[in-house]
């Protein structure tokens, strides 16, 4: 299954966390996140918690940490801006390391961080183990918008052929002795994304009538029904509600 | 080889653009079941209008068109675009699902075929164009040639009474130029080829029509069309270099 459009997050292999049906892996995950986001910043031990459910995932998908860690590195330029919270917060202050930080923005940095952090490696361990095609499938048995799905798709068919397709205008400029430098180059620039942009505008009027002439009509036909049974749902579905429980004690401690 | 309705039939057909450049004035032939013809012409000759007036994208001039008796009309332009089946220039327009195999499926599934059958059908097209094992690859991954005869699965999954090929032997090399003619012989089904490509015509085709400023201006036998210098001249068609229609035997 799946040879080919493997995409950069995703890790082959065949562990019981792949082979899950796309939706309840989704809604695990979205469930996941939404309880983490709940649980009260001062419960501290309920996010080390939750950080072990996802150890124990990882473990039965098969992925290393090495990589997961590594996946977590995009989410760096968005907690930036956590770190910074302490310095610039108002509030009450304490002394650490010879810094006045403040209290407030210390609780607020320590909330963004975990929390982000939680919901980042939940992803990544849903992109490592659900292939992009899949993913969609299951966006469509969620019941998404089918015009939503159907331009993500689109996305990824043609994708490569855009790129390849700047690439050959990139070439043939450089070609002609051009070398984009500066300011003054952008006019060049910008008359090359507007061609991109009508190129690309008539694909898509040459692939609608190819569409059409194979009988489309206004929806995607369904050619792959993909089914959950009750015990694949429970057993996606044992993160999100073994977090929940641990999120319920978290409020009531 | 008697057939009883032709397979494409199309009776005084002319055609004008909204902005007013007339394409087609009055184009009449008819193509029987099996028959594999090559539609010719110099650019601009109105090929590709003709092509979309087979399965009703473009229509509201005058004159008709009829795919095995049945009238290209709003009312049955879905058994039309089943029975049609137009192979695009470029596969890239033509294969827009992220997987070989969906792509095949895209067109019986719109269908209303569903499950094992629809299974049966894909697995069918695509071991006649020979890429059965290709089928979970997505399509951006293959080879141009396999995009083409990927391309022409598509349109063999709808079962369809034509099969309407629009420069098929554009941009392959001689290997996959050698194997697309093996496969267009190897089906039984009607095919019309439009193409430039006169030896690919010559090979493949008996019979040829030479489309020329909106009308037919030559139906006959390809062997006699290609040999008719003056014709030929007249209407803009010329050989490769160094190539004798004369010279060529044919199998078939």
């Known amino acids: ?121 939940a992803s990544v361990l849903l992109a490592s183990t659900t292939e992009l095609r899949e993913l969609l499938l299951g966006l469509q048995r969620l019941k998404l918008p089918p015009l939503l799905v159907q331009i993500a798709s689109f996305m990824i068919r043609y994708g490569d052929v855009i790129t390849d397709e700047m690439r050959r205008m990139r070439i043939a400029r450089e070609s002609r002795g051009f070398e984009a430098s500066g300011v003054r180059h952008w006019g060049v620039l910008a008359k090359s994304a507007g061609a991109l942009f009508i190129r690309s505008y008539e694909r898509g009027e040459r692939v609608h009538l190819a569409m059409v002439s194979r009988g489309y009509a206004g929806s995607m036909p369904v050619i792959d029904e993909v089914t959950a049974s009750r015990a694949q749902w429970s057993y996606a579905l044992a993160l999100p509600v073994t977090a929940l429980v641990v999120c319920v004690v978290g409020w009531t401690l | 080889m008697d057939p009883v309705t032709a397979s494409l039939e199309v009776t005084g057909l002319a055609f004008a653009y909204p902005d007013g450049h007339q394409a087609l004035f009055g184009v009449d032939f008819s193509i029987a079941r099996g028959e594999r013809v090559a539609l010719l012409g110099p650019n601009g000759a109105g090929k590709t209008t003709l092509v979309l007036h087979l399965n009703g994208i473009l229509g ?99 079962e369809p009474e034509i099969l309407v090929l629009d420069e098929p032997s554009s941009n392959l090399d001689p290997a996959s130029r050698r194997e697309l003619a093996d496969i267009l012989r190897s089906l039984d089904v009607t095919v019309l080829m439009v193409t430039h490509d006169l030896p690919y015509a010559l090979e493949l085709c008996p019979r040829s029509l030479i489309l020329s400023e909106g009308t037919i201006a030559a139906d006959g036998k390809t062997a006699e069309l290609l040999t008719d210098e003056e014709l030929m001249r007249a209407h803009r068609l010329e050989l490769p270099f160094g190539f004798d229609p004369r010279s060529v035997t044919m199998g078939a």
């Open chain 2, 60 to 158: 509201g001039g005058v004159g008709s068109v009829k795919v095995a008796g049945l009238p290209v009309d709003k009312q049955h332009m879905a058994e039309i675009r089943r029975r049609v089946g137009i192979v695009f220039q470029d596969p890239d327009d033509q294969l827009f699902m992220p997987t070989v195999r969906e792509d095949v499926a895209f067109g019986p599934a719109a269908a209303g075929l569903k499950g094992d059958e629809l299974e049966a059908r894909v697995r069918t097209a695509l071991e006649r164009v020979g890429m059965a094992e290709f089928a979970h690859r997505p399509p951006h991954h293959l080879s141009f040639g396999q995009r083409r005869r990927v391309a022409v699965a598509t349109v063999l999954a709808m």
């Open chain 1, 1 to 121: 299954m799946g040879a080919g459009h493997a995409h950069r997050l995703y890790r082959h292999g065949h562990s019981p966390v792949h082979a899950l049906p796309p939706h309840t892996k989704l809604a695990a995950v979205f469930a996941f996140v939404v309880v983490v986001v709940s649980t009260p910043r001062e419960a501290m031990w309920a996010f080390g918690l939750y950080a072990v459910l996802l150890g124990v995932v990882a473990y039965v998908a098969r992925v290393p940490a090495r990589f997961l860690l590594k996946r977590l590195l995009i989410e760096v330029p968005f907690v930036a801006f956590a770190v910074l919270m302490p310095f610039v917060a108002e509030g009450e202050r304490v002394e650490v390391l010879g810094m006045s930080l403040s209290v407030s923005g210390l609780w607020g940095a320590w909330n963004v961080l975990a929390k982000g952090t939680l919901g980042v490696a």
